[in-house]
């Protein structure tokens, strides 16, 4: 259940009614919007939702009770319907403008990521991306640097500006990428790890969660759930496409995703046509169509020598590519009511 206060509620008012619901033994979270604050009661049970309603409904300053029937309380639209923005070093994920992040799949070696991080920054991108920890089907595959990767990141970015987005495998690491990173990327593999979701919902760094490849929506969206259960609010979902039958394409990207989180939830959607597709001839159509679609942002794999590329060179562009890939996104963005 979510109550909406009024305009006119204080502090004092909000805190009132958080001490009384915490005293009853529910959790509360708190929403503070532009407008309005709601705060949300999560435990309750349903024979107990119309005596908390009918005694917090006859305050004056609170506007309504809601009850919730989805299991995702917090990242649900209601909680937040004015929508969720992230600001990343100035960079707003969810805001008026669409947000761009490119970047190699791996960081390989300080030469192979300053020239994609110069390169993308150049074309315009916002955020670089980078695995400093890469999972991979097979044990024998390259699986990053680790913590070198993280400090070659880190060293882009003082060099570009661009804040840097890369993955976290393990909660044994949440701490460390935390140090480098200004987004931490939860992959496919991973979106289900419960323990995991946990572990970075307990810091405010945002958190960027990949859809499972198997997974059906309102998994991914119980997913975030975990996160910001635990805490931490600044989430974003990403869909990098689900395995279906097809195998011409890497995975099947879900367009209908993007307008169906819109619907759901008030968390920023970014759109992965990389993994989404796994051909890099078809990445600069897909990611156009998200945009259209509704999706906040990009995220594209673009390394300067593709065919050498230690890990997904097929579906990574080259930096001629992706600034082809811009223009045409600059002259999309106007026609759907959004800029870079």
């Known amino acids: 259940m979510i109550v909406i206060l009024t305009s006119a509620a204080t502090e004092r008012n909000r805190e009132d009614i ?36 009918d005694q917090f409904e006859a305050l004056p300053f609170v506007e309504r009770c809601v009850p919730i029937s989805a299991p995702y309380k917090l990242v649900g639209k209601a909680f937040r319907p004015e929508g969720t923005r992230i600001n990343v070093r100035g960079i707003v994920i969810g805001g008026e403008k669409a947000v761009m992040m490119a970047g190699p799949c791996t960081v390989e ?16 991108a916002h955020i670089l991306r980078g695995g400093a920890y890469k999972p991979s089907t097979s044990p024998y595959s390259f ?84 996160i910001a259960s635990s805490g931490n609010y600044n989430i974003m979902l990403c869909e990098r496409g689900i395995r279906t039958f097809e195998t011409y394409t890497r995975n099947t990207f879900d367009i209908n995703a993007i307008p169906a989180i819109k619907e759901l939830s008030h968390l920023p959607i970014i759109a992965d046509p990389s993994h989404g597709t796994g051909k890099a001839s078809l990445v600069s159509a897909v990611t156009l169509a998200a945009f259209a679609a509704g999706a906040d942002g990009a995220i594209v794999e673009v390394h ?19 600034e082809d890939l811009m223009k045409k996104l600059a002259g999309l963005l106007p026609v759907v009511g959004r800029t870079l």
Not at 40 to 50: F, H, N, S, V, W
Not at 198 to 215: D, F, I
């Open 18 to 53: 958080v001490e009384n619901l915490e005293s009853r033994g529910y959790n509360v979270h708190v929403s503070v919007g532009v407008e309005k604050t709601i705060i949300g009661i999560i435990g309750i049970g349903p024979e107990e939702k119309a005596e908390v309603a």
């Open 109 to 124: 070696s300080e030469e192979q990521l300053m020239s994609a991080a110069r390169a993308v920054k150049a074309a315009g």
């Open 143 to 226: 699986h990053g640097h680790g913590v070198e990767a993280l400090k070659m990141l880190a060293a882009a970015r003082e060099e570009t500006g661009m804040p840097i987005i890369t993955e976290v495998m393990d909660v044994r690491d949440v701490e460390t990428v935390c140090e480098y990173a200004d987004i931490l990327q939860i992959g496919t593999r991973n979106s289900q790890n419960y323990n995991l979701l946990r572990e970075v919902g307990k810091v405010q760094t945002p958190v960027m969660l990949k859809r499972g490849m198997s997974g059906k929506i309102d998994e991914w969206l119980q997913a975030a759930e975990y």
């Open 304 to 322: 300067p020598n593709p065919e050498k590329a230690l890990k997904d060179g097929a579906q990574s562009l080259t930096p001629a590519a992706f």
